[in-house]
């Protein structure tokens, strides 16, 4: 079994740094043709781009808004003027995700975690599926997190939409099932990128030593976990949700 990718084409939104650049190194090593999505810093974006070009990847590189709905077709558009259509999304880009009791948040940032974790994997679903159902062919692998299944405290607004996120992603695989579409989520746990870099560093001791395999899960983990899942090797598995935690499962 290779988990060949060959002349697929992936759009992975939020992914020229951490999770979602090591996702789509992976979905490269594939074989697949890559469209890497950014919102914020272009030259981050463009070393991004620069990296996977020198290990061998066809790369394109998108700014888009990806929880507005115009932004959303537009970037998808120019996806299919230059590589085809998108056989393999993968929703990632999130905001931020402080911890605070509930007293200390306020609607608009439930509005926020919302509009990145279900109304936004729903537009880019919307303006992709046409294409995976006239192939009868696709896979779209939501990145969720192991919080929602974990009921981390303080955290209620982001595990609120990771499981709004979970939920969304079972119901239309079920949905897609007859399609040859199959919807998953890969739930990963608390792995150090550089939007940890300033947390607490007891608080890294504390996650890493309940790890039951001793080590801190990296990019490529996650990154191989949606290769699996975007793979023909598992067009039976759909509706599912693998958590990418080092066995910190007790759940």
Same mark, same amino acid.
């Given at each position: 079994m290779s988990y060949s990718l060959k002349d697929k084409v992936s759009l992975i939104t939020g992914s020229t740094r951490g999770l979602g650049l090591g996702i789509a190194q992976s979905l490269a090593d594939g074989g697949s043709k890559i469209a890497l999505n950014y919102y914020g810093n272009r030259e981050v974006a463009e070393k991004a781009r620069e990296h996977l070009q020198s290990k061998g990847a066809h790369v394109m590189l998108i700014r888009a808004d990806v929880t507005d709905q115009s932004q959303v077709a537009a970037m998808?558009? +120019?996806? *299919? *003027?230059?590589?085809?259509?998108?056989? $393999? /999304?993968?929703? =990632? +880009?999130?905001?931020?995700?402080?911890q605070k009791p509930i007293e200390e948040y306020d609607a608009d940032f439930y509005r926020e975690m919302y509009d990145f974790f279900v109304l936004s994997p729903f537009l880019l679903a919307q303006a992709t599926l046409p294409g995976m159902k006239r192939r009868n062919w696709g896979r779209i692998v939501n990145i969720t997190s192991e919080v929602f299944h974990a009921s981390v405290p303080q955290f209620t607004a982001y595990v609120a939409a990771k499981g709004g996120q979970i939920g969304w992603s079972r119901s239309l695989a079920v949905e897609l099932a007859s399609t040859g579409i199959t919807v998953n989520t890969v739930a990963p746990g608390w792995i150090p990128t550089d939007r940890h870099i300033n947390d607490p560093q007891e608080d890294k001791d504390a996650? /890493? =030593? +309940? $790890?039951?395999?001793?080590?801190?899960?990296?990019?490529s983990d996650v990154g191989n976990a949606v290769r699996y899942f975007a793979s023909e090797e598992a067009s039976f598995v759909t509706g599912q949700t693998l958590c990418v935690n080092g066995g910190r499962t007790p759940w």
């Open positions: 998808v558009e +120019a996806v *299919e *003027e230059k590589f085809g259509s998108v056989d $393999i /999304l993968v929703p =990632n +880009a999130t905001g931020p995700q402080p996650y /890493l =030593n +309940a $790890i039951p395999m001793g080590r801190w899960g990296t990019p």
